[in-house]
């Protein structure tokens, strides 16, 4: 596609539930990242997708995250039992591999509130 | 990857330069500078990098001092619509592994 799309673009859930967010990166983008911004806060960091190599998940900050990206492209996170801390933007972010010059291109983020 | 500072905010007035700094003492040879913004409520968005050379695109230039611990991003007539949280980032090549690490960056609002 033209940019990086997430799903859904706001998501209310309520304490305790299972939620999954999904990112289509750019068509042909190797690398794919996840991060989290809460509000008035900088950007963090989650997780990070190469190929077929093993992601770099050192940013996920509890095992209630979890994320897989199939097939090299479609990718989902999905956090277990979440809590009112986990009320965020989630920011998802491609990137073609392989050429040192490419920055990364942002989808616009699914906003997660947990009441 | 090295890490950068930025003050936490900047003022400009509509029309005039608007020159961002940001240091990076402990910059490596082998890593590049790269700037970021952050409009509200919008995904951050690639603005321009170097690596020792000063560079211009379309959107910005970017002065990278010679010895490399500092630089500049520059916006020659900065507008209303470039009020956003702007983000130094110091890494390597990012097809040596891995993901940019975001500051707090620094706050630019443009007033007319």
């Known amino acids: 596609g033209a940019g990086v799309s997430q799903s859904p673009s706001n998501k209310v859930t309520e304490k305790g539930k299972d939620v999954e967010l999904r990112c289509d990166p750019i068509?042909?983008?190797?690398?794919l990242y996840w991060y989290r911004q809460s509000l008035g806060q900088g950007l963090e960091f989650l997780i990070y997708?190469?190929?077929?190599?093993?992601?770099?998940k050192s940013g996920l900050p509890s095992d209630r995250f979890s994320a897989e990206r199939t097939g090299g492209s479609v990718s989902t996170l999905t956090i277990q039992r979440t809590q009112q801390e986990d009320s965020a933007v989630y920011l998802c972010?491609?990137?073609?591999?392989?050429?040192?010059?490419?920055?990364?291109?942002f989808g616009s983020g699914t906003r997660l509130t947990v009441v | 990857d090295a890490k950068t500072t930025q003050p936490p905010s900047m003022d400009c007035a509509e029309g005039r330069a608007a020159n961002l700094p940001c240091n990076h003492s402990?910059?490596?040879?082998?890593?590049?500078v790269y700037w970021y913004r952050q409009i509200h409520s919008q995904g951050p968005q690639y603005i321009i990098h170097?690596?020792?050379n000063n560079e211009t695109n379309e959107m910005a230039s970017l002065i990278i001092t010679e010895d490399r611990k500092s630089s500049t991003l520059i916006l020659p007539h900065a507008t209303l619509r470039d009020t956003a949280v702007y983000y130094c980032?110091?890494?390597?090549?990012?097809?040596?592994?891995?993901?940019?690490?975001f500051g707090q960056g620094t706050e630019l609002s443009v007033k007319p």
């Open positions: 972010a491609s990137s073609l591999a392989g050429q040192a010059n490419y920055g990364y291109t």
């Open positions: 170097g690596l020792k």
């Open positions: 997708f190469q190929g077929n190599s093993a992601p770099d």
């Open positions: 402990t910059i490596s040879g082998n890593e590049y």
């Open positions: 980032i110091v890494r390597v090549l990012y097809n040596q592994g891995g993901k940019l690490i």
């Open positions: 068509s042909g983008h190797t690398a």
